[in-house]
């Protein structure tokens, strides 16, 4: 195995492939700080490799130990980006879904049950102006292409729409009551799972990355257990 490793404000599949003149793999890693590690096994005579994998590694703050929440958590690396204005362009970005833990268990310092590569970019008309902006997610692979992903339970998909409700809701319950009660009812509206969210636009994860409350929904578009026509 060789691998390289780059500043988590380079988009993981962006990093360049090992090479046969790569850092060989021998022991444990140490990782001072918000990492991409990039790897693929080579040959014995390193003539052949396998294809390469990243995966991102980000530092938390000691403050977000004793974090604790009894919905499902985000946490959104933007990769060093800094706050996205909507800009019709496909940030990359990683992600990390923890579904609800324990009582008394804090869920950024367990294994995340989803960690991967995505884009992001901020969505809506009047909303993109909020100071909590909605964001479009897309799943993607190790090559930039599109890829589904299941979340929480749900169906894996490619795309979803994470709300951030302000003006025109400030309950975060107007969209989710009235997709829920038309499921109930048999008629097809997207689900929804209100979560809590960080949002990392610097290196470190801060307590000041806090998002707040937002909403997960399902996109509306074509597609077997969305919009099937």
Not at 155 to 172: G, H, V
Request: glycine share 8%; net charge neutral; with cysteine.
């Amino acid at each position: 195995i060789r691998y390289v490793t780059s500043s988590a404000s380079v988009p993981g599949f962006n990093v360049p492939a090992p090479t046969a003149a790569s850092t060989e793999y021998t022991a444990p890693l140490t990782i001072t700080g918000s990492t991409v590690i990039r790897a693929a096994v080579f040959s014995n005579n390193d003539t052949l490799a396998g294809p390469a994998t990243s995966a991102h590694f980000l530092e938390l703050d000691a403050s977000l130990a004793v974090f604790g929440s009894a919905m499902p958590v985000l946490v959104l690396d933007n990769l060093g980006a800094g706050p996205l204005e909507k800009d019709g362009v496909d940030h990359p970005t990683w992600l990390y879904a923890y579904a609800p833990r324990a009582p008394g268990v804090g869920p950024l310092v367990t294994t995340p049950d989803v960690a991967t590569s995505l884009t992001s970019t901020v969505r809506g008309q009047t909303a993109a102006s909020f100071p909590k902006k909605p964001f479009n997610l897309k799943f993607t692979d190790e090559g930039g292409a599109k890829r589904s992903q299941a979340l929480f339970g749900s169906a894996a998909y490619e795309k979803w729409a994470l709300i951030a409700p302000w003006y025109y809701d400030r309950t975060y319950l107007h969209n989710a009551l009235a997709y829920a009660l038309s499921n109930r009812i048999g008629r097809w509206a997207p689900r929804t799972w209100l979560t809590e969210v960080f949002s990392n636009t610097g290196s470190r994860l801060y307590s000041d990355d806090y998002y707040g409350v937002c909403v997960l929904t399902d996109r509306i578009e074509l597609g077997a257990g969305r919009v099937e026509l």
